[in-house]
């Protein structure tokens, strides 16, 4: 049963702090998804990668945050420094050229 | 500003009642994907709907994309309590955009 794993499932951490969440995709997906979801905001993509290709980040802070897929098999979200208004579940999903994203179990973040 | 607004927000119903999902755009999409997600966890998949006007049934959930590609409706025949969730529509152009959900509660 393919799924999408992020890694790891819950990070506390201090303001300030670097934090790296990382995802594999579903074998033989070549889209990648970041979505952050929040009370108030709901699902906001922050990256969109196809074929490892980051092809839209607008959706998210670039003073802080960056997104990368150094191979098919992982993609990383990483906030440097962290604060804490960037407290949510981060969410990877995978997809084909069909436009569908299945979705990863979510990495709950908690910047205190 | 939500691309893609869902309504009602909230929904609460008995056992075996019927209920409608509608998400709504100004935007032309692609193609129109309907999700379920329980708490805890990860959007899951439900449908894509592709077509113009096409319906789409997945046992008691029938799902509906506009003539326009613009909206779409949810309906769910017999709610059952396993239907409780929160209920995403996302537009794809190029990219997914999701509405801000309906979380559907269904009582015993």
Redesign the interface.
């Given at each position: 049963d393919a799924r999408v794993t992020q890694t790891p499932r819950h990070k506390v951490t201090e303001m300030g702090q670097e934090v790296t969440m990382r995802c594999q995709p579903i074998l033989g997906h070549n889209t990648v998804f970041w979505y952050r979801q929040t009370m108030m905001q709901g699902l906001e993509l922050l990256a969109y990668f196809r074929n490892r290709a980051p092809l839209d980040d607008s959706g998210m802070p670039k003073d802080r945050f960056s997104a990368e897929m150094p191979d098919a098999t992982l993609a990383t979200l990483k906030i440097q420094p962290s604060e804490p208004r960037d407290s949510a579940v981060y969410f990877c999903a995978s997809g084909s050229l069909q436009g569908d994203a299945y979705f990863g179990p979510g990495t709950r973040l908690t910047v205190t | 500003t939500?691309l893609l607004e869902q309504s009602p927000q909230f929904l609460s119903i008995q056992e075996g009642e019927n209920l409608t999902v509608y998400c709504n755009s100004s935007s032309v999409f692609?193609?129109l994907?309907w999700?379920r997600q329980e708490p805890?966890?990860?959007?899951?998949?439900l449908v894509?709907v592709v077509t113009g006007g096409e319906v789409k049934k997945l046992k008691r959930l029938t799902f509906q994309f506009g003539d326009a590609r613009k909206d779409s409706s949810l309906h769910i025949t017999a709610a059952q309590t396993g239907d409780t969730g929160l209920y995403?529509c996302?537009g794809?152009d190029?990219?997914?955009?999701?509405?801000?959900?309906t979380t559907v509660t269904v009582r015993a």
């Open positions: - | 939500q692609s193609s994907q999700y805890g966890e990860g959007p899951v998949l894509t995403l996302a794809e190029y990219k997914l955009s999701f509405g801000a959900g």
